[in-house]
């Protein structure tokens, strides 16, 4: 008998991978829980039955998340992170020398125990002595900062259920009282590839940019997100992430990328004319 994991992406599209096995299926207080081992795409993380990385794409996701406006601002020091339970964006986060903090907040503990449990390939960082962990709600979290972090992160979920709160404007102004001068806010955006999913994207591109002087959107390839098509969110007070990219002292890292480079980071930014088109009236 064969086995297959099925995604919904709309009433009338779905994705489906063949697994070989289920190791883990649980539910905590916010959500159902699963990893499954798959023939094609190793081991996957989903959530309320929405994949949420895979062992052979998750680092593509990962890397634009932090690498963009790390090369945008090398002289980030103080980061949060909000989500990101999987661990990925951390281990991202902590092959740079030059940070010094990293404060990461998830609402569900569970995911981070059956990450570090099953999926080591991206858990695999969280003991880095820079990196606190704290339960709780990012939208909470977020309201007690001041001018402190460099970079915030928000690696969350669809904005529905647990993720919900981390796409209102008021969040969005917490954050942007909660960075410094030359701070940055990255975002996961959503796709517009599906008609269901325009809204969303409007709706937080018109939050963000009604809060943030400068507000943009880039994009990537995940095969196994809806559509492959993705997009993230970037936002600032003073920092374009194309004009003010500091190529040269980047590249200078030697940080070895699968996906990531310079040349894709200026280019990710030049988007097709049917996003450009939902975006133009926000």
Same mark, same amino acid.
């Given at each position: &008998?064969?086995?297959?994991?099925?995604?919904?992406?709309?009433?009338?599209?779905? /994705?489906?991978?063949?697994?070989?096995?289920?190791?883990?299926?649980?539910?905590?207080? +916010?959500?159902?829980? #699963?990893?499954?081992?798959?023939?094609? /795409?190793?081991?996957?993380?989903?959530?309320?039955?929405? *994949? &949420?990385?895979?062992?052979?794409?998750?680092?593509? +996701?990962?890397?634009?998340?932090?690498?963009?406006? &790390? #090369?945008? !601002?090398?002289?980030?020091?103080?980061?949060?992170?909000? =989500?990101?339970? %999987?661990?990925?964006? @951390?281990?991202?986060?902590?092959?740079?020398?030059? *940070?010094?903090?990293?404060?990461?907040?998830?609402?569900?503990?569970?995911?981070?125990?059956?990450?570090?449990?099953?999926?080591?390939?991206? #858990?695999?960082?969280?003991?880095?002595?820079?990196? $606190?962990?704290? *339960?709780?709600? =990012?939208?909470?979290?977020?309201?007690?900062?001041?001018?402190?972090?460099?970079?915030?992160? @928000? %690696?969350?979920?669809?904005?529905?259920?647990?993720?919900?709160?981390?796409?209102?404007?008021?969040?969005? =102004?917490?954050?942007?009282? #909660?960075?410094?001068?030359?701070?940055?806010?990255?975002?996961?955006?959503?796709?517009?590839?599906? %008609?269901?999913?325009?809204?969303?994207?409007?709706?937080?591109?018109?939050?963000?940019?009604?809060? /943030?002087?400068?507000?943009?959107?880039?994009?990537?390839?995940?095969?196994?997100?809806?559509?492959?098509?993705?997009?993230? =969110?970037?936002?600032?007070? !003073?920092? $374009?992430? @194309?004009?003010? *990219?500091?190529?040269?002292?980047?590249?200078?890292?030697?940080?070895? &990328?699968?996906?990531?480079?310079?040349?894709?980071?200026?280019?990710? /930014?030049?988007?097709?004319?049917?996003?450009?088109?939902?975006?133009?009236?926000?």
């Amino acid at each position: &008998m064969e086995l297959w994991f099925t995604e919904k992406h709309t009433d009338d599209a779905q /994705f489906s991978i063949k697994v070989k096995e289920q190791l883990y299926s649980g539910k905590s207080y +916010y959500q159902d829980i #699963a990893i499954l081992d798959t023939y094609e /795409f190793g081991r996957i993380l989903t959530l309320d039955g929405y *994949i &949420m990385l895979t062992e052979k794409d998750e680092y593509i +996701y990962h890397e634009m998340m932090v690498h963009v406006p &790390m #090369a945008c !601002n090398p002289d980030i020091k103080n980061v949060l992170v909000i =989500g990101a339970g %999987d661990g990925g964006t @951390v281990r991202e986060l902590t092959r740079y020398s030059t *940070i010094e903090n990293i404060d990461m907040v998830e609402i569900d503990e569970k995911v981070i125990e059956v990450c570090k449990e099953f999926l080591p390939q991206t #858990a695999c960082r969280f003991d880095d002595e820079r990196v $606190h962990v704290s *339960i709780a709600d =990012g939208l909470k979290y977020v309201r007690k900062k001041e001018n402190f972090y460099d970079l915030i992160i @928000v %690696d969350s979920t669809d904005p529905f259920g647990p993720g919900e709160g981390l796409f209102t404007r008021e969040f969005y =102004g917490n954050c942007f009282k #909660a960075l410094t001068e030359n701070g940055i806010l990255v975002n996961q955006h959503e796709s517009t590839y599906y %008609d269901s999913y325009v809204d969303m994207v409007k709706r937080t591109h018109r939050r963000i940019g009604g809060v /943030f002087p400068v507000s943009m959107v880039y994009q990537a390839h995940i095969p196994t997100y809806p559509s492959g098509h993705w997009l993230f =969110g970037f936002a600032s007070k !003073n920092i $374009h992430p @194309v004009h003010d *990219i500091k190529e040269d002292e980047w590249n200078s890292l030697g940080l070895e &990328m699968k996906y990531y480079n310079t040349e894709l980071h200026k280019g990710s /930014f030049a988007l097709p004319n049917s996003v450009k088109e939902v975006l133009s009236g926000e």
